[in-house]
Every structure is written in structure tokens, then in C-alpha cells.
């Protein structure tokens, strides 16, 4: 018997965009659901259609909370989760529209180890287009039967849509109300697990339409407004946490063992919550570089003007490297000898056992 999953969903006003997620909630889940709303202080007619919601026979399961006035996404989330009585808990956006069996193959992801806690699903706001002409149930249903049951580790996962075993809440609790509005609760959340040895994973079939920041622009109309608050909220992130770094390395052996162990170490930076890009001289072609990790990039360079088109794109990246690593000694030579031109630290990638 299937468990039971709370879908937790803040609403501040945007009826429309709000019915139109409850209604893709409606036809495509399958899996049992409770539906927990929080009503942080909408107007009418949202506050009027939350309420009837309770007489939709469609839904078999409803909670709705009132707030007079609008508390912020993550204190109206924290209320949800304290609401929460079930094994699954999901933290839904009001702007996103779910599709087919999208519910039931994050949960399954979720399911596949003990040490997986949160999932998010694939997206637009992950980078995946839909192509332009298609439906989104006609490109979700393509997109399920090409990576359903398929999985790929991530740093943090996006607060859109984020899912939680029951136990995750239990260890590390509720998102911080420090930040402002929807502002790196979820990256907080997520390196609080991660250091709790929970993985974060994304369901790559399962997919999530996301109308990015629709009630930030009802929220703030000038878009100033908004920017200063991320602003203090990264400020105050990043006095706690740090930046993020990003990583490269330049790989042009062919030593299968030295290209295992470059592949073990991406992985490693990767999941300690670094943005990694690799690039790979074509000639290791025959060694296959899984992509185990999201935050992981792959770029395959040909052998002409190998080092030129490395210089370029570290040169012309607009969040630079913090570190460089090469395999040679040869490459870290000259590579050193511009290190100030790369803005970046070399370092001789460790070859030995």
C-alpha cells in the first residue's frame, strides 16, 4: 500500500495561476495526496476559492490555513510542514503546473535508497526546454518515456518543488525564516542534510512546469525592489555558508587509472557542494566519463589549439574558476605561468595512491 504524501502549497492571491497548478495537481497525480494550503492573507476572490476547495470532491484529502496577512513563503511553508502528518512532505509553488505521474516517480526516486532524502523534479528552471510547438503534456510524456526510473545526484535542490522523506524533516527541521522572500531557505536546507549524509537527487522522468518568480513580480513591481532584498539575503548566506566555488579540470591523459581517479574526485568536489566543469582532450575518448552529479560539466576538446580553447573559456566565464586542476606537469607549467591572466589557483592534480 502506497503512503501517503502532503502536498504543502503557500498562496498570496494569483487565483488563476493557483487554480491553474491545483487543477494539474487534480488530473495528474496518482499517488494518495493530502492537499495543505496556506492562505498568507489573499484577497478576494482567492481567499473565497481556497475555502471552496474543501467541497471539491476530486480531492479526497484538504487542509487550508489562514493567515490575515502575508507572513512570507518560508514561514508559510514552516506552517505546512508543522501541519504535516505524513511520510512524504512536498513543498509545491503555486506558479508550476505538475504533469502525468509526476508525483509518483519522484517518490520512487526517493525510494531507492535510505540515504535519499529530498528530490526535486526536472524542469525549465533546470535548463530543460520544451520544444517549441509541443504541448507541455505531449513533451512530459515523451520526456517520461525516455528517463522514467532514471535518477542523477544533486548539491541542492530547487524550492519549486521539493520533496522530503518524513525523517529529513525530523533531523533537521523546518526551513530558516531569516531570509527574505524565497530566498536560500531550500540551499540552506540542503547543505544542512548534506552534512547529515542525506543525498539530494533529481527525478530526471518526472517533470515540472515552473512561471518563474509570478508572485515576486506581484510581490515587487519595481524590479529593484527585489534584486536589494536578494542582495542582503546573499549577504547574509554567505557570511554563514560561503560562496559556492567552481572547480575546473583539464584532463588530457590517457592513463585509465589517473582518468578513474579524476572521475572519483569530480564526483567528490561535486557533492560537497562545488559547481565542477571538466574538459577532456579528445584524445581519452576511449575512457567515458559518467556524469554522476548534476553540479558536473563535460566540455571534449579536439587536440588543435587545445590550450587556447582553455585559455578562452576560463578567460571569457563569467563566474570565474577558483581552481584550476591539471594532470601533467608539463600542462601545469605553462598554465602556471599565466595563472594571473586565468584568475585562478593552479594545482597539479595527485596522481599517486
Known amino acids: 500500500m502506497q503512503e501517503l504524501c502532503d502536498i504543502i502549497i503557500p498562496v498570496w492571491n494569483l487565483k488563476e495561476t493557483t487554480e491553474r497548478?491545483?487543477?494539474?495537481?487534480?488530473?495528474?497525480?496518482?499517488?494518495?495526496?493530502?492537499?495543505?494550503?496556506i492562505d498568507n492573507g489573499s484577497d478576494e476572490p482567492t481567499k473565497t476559492y481556497?475555502?471552496?476547495?474543501?467541497?471539491?470532491?476530486?480531492?479526497?484529502?484538504?487542509?487550508c490555513i489562514r493567515n490575515e496577512k502575508n507572513l512570507g513563503a518560508a514561514p508559510a511553508y514552516n506552517q505546512g510542514m508543522k501541519a504535516s502528518y505524513a511520510p512524504y512532505i512536498l513543498l509545491?509553488?503555486?506558479?508550476?503546473?505538475?504533469?502525468?505521474?509526476?508525483?509518483?516517480?519522484?517518490?520512487?526516486?526517493?525510494?531507492?535508497?535510505?540515504?535519499?532524502?529530498?528530490?526535486?523534479?526536472?524542469?525549465?528552471n533546470l535548463g530543460t526546454t520544451i520544444p517549441k510547438g509541443a504541448s507541455l503534456d505531449e513533451f512530459a510524456q515523451k520526456h517520461m518515456s525516455e528517463y522514467k526510473g532514471r535518477s542523477i545526484e544533486m548539491a541542492e535542490?530547487?524550492?519549486?518543488?521539493?520533496?522530503?522523506?518524513?525523517?529529513?524533516?525530523?533531523?533537521i527541521g523546518v526551513w530558516s525564516e531569516e531570509y527574505g522572500f524565497g530566498n536560500y531557505e531550500e540551499t540552506e536546507h540542503c547543505i544542512l542534510?548534506?552534512?547529515?549524509?542525506?543525498?539530494?537527487?533529481?527525478?530526471?522522468?518526472?517533470?515540472?512546469?515552473?512561471?518563474?518568480?509570478?508572485?515576486?513580480?506581484?510581490?515587487?513591481?519595481k524590479r529593484s525592489s527585489f534584486e536589494e532584498?536578494?542582495?542582503?539575503?546573499?549577504?547574509?548566506?554567505?557570511?554563514?555558508?560561503?560562496?559556492n566555488k567552481r572547480v575546473l579540470y583539464v584532463v588530457t591523459t590517457t592513463d585509465r587509472k589517473v582518468l578513474?581517479?579524476?572521475?572519483?574526485?569530480?564526483?567528490?568536489?561535486a557533492a560537497g557542494g562545488t559547481w565542477v566543469h571538466v574538459i577532456v582532450k579528445d584524445a581519452t575518448r576511449d575512457y567515458v566519463f559518467e556524469r554522476k552529479h548534476r553540479w558536473i560539466t563535460f566540455f571534449t576538446y579536439s587536440p588543435h589549439f587545445?590550450?587556447?580553447?582553455?585559455?578562452?573559456?576560463?578567460?571569457?566565464?563569467?563566474?570565474?574558476?577558483?581552481?584550476?586542476?591539471?594532470?601533467?606537469n608539463a600542462l601545469y607549467a605553462v598554465f602556471k605561468r599565466y595563472a594571473l591572466f586565468l584568475r585562478a589557483k593552479i594545482i597539479l592534480f595527485e596522481q599517486s595512491e
Not at 99 to 124: F, H
Not at 229 to 243: R, S, V
Not at 315 to 328: A, C, L, M, N, T
Request: proline share 1%.
Open 193 to 221: 542534510a548534506r552534512k547529515e549524509g542525506i543525498r539530494i537527487m533529481l527525478a530526471q522522468g518526472a517533470f515540472v512546469f515552473h512561471e518563474e518568480h509570478a508572485t515576486f513580480n506581484t510581490l515587487f513591481k
Open 260 to 269: 578513474k581517479k579524476i572521475d572519483t574526485a569530480t564526483y567528490t568536489t
Open 306 to 328: 587545445f590550450i587556447v580553447r582553455c585559455f578562452l573559456k576560463i578567460y571569457f566565464k563569467k563566474k570565474r574558476y577558483d581552481e584550476i586542476y591539471v594532470d601533467s
Open 92 to 124: 509545491l509553488n503555486n506558479d508550476t503546473v505538475v504533469t502525468e505521474r509526476w508525483l509518483s516517480e519522484m517518490i520512487s526516486v526517493a525510494e531507492l535508497a535510505n540515504d535519499i532524502g529530498i528530490v526535486n523534479p526536472d524542469s525549465n
Open 50 to 63: 481556497l475555502e471552496q476547495l474543501k467541497n471539491d470532491t476530486r480531492i479526497n484529502q484538504y487542509h
Open 157 to 171: 535542490a530547487v524550492g519549486f518543488c521539493y520533496l522530503m522523506k518524513r525523517e529529513v524533516l525530523d533531523r
Open 229 to 243: 532584498i536578494f542582495e542582503n539575503d546573499k549577504k547574509k548566506f554567505e557570511e554563514k555558508y560561503g560562496k
Open 21 to 37: 497548478c491545483i487543477e494539474s495537481i487534480i488530473t495528474h497525480t496518482r499517488y494518495p495526496y493530502r492537499l495543505v494550503m
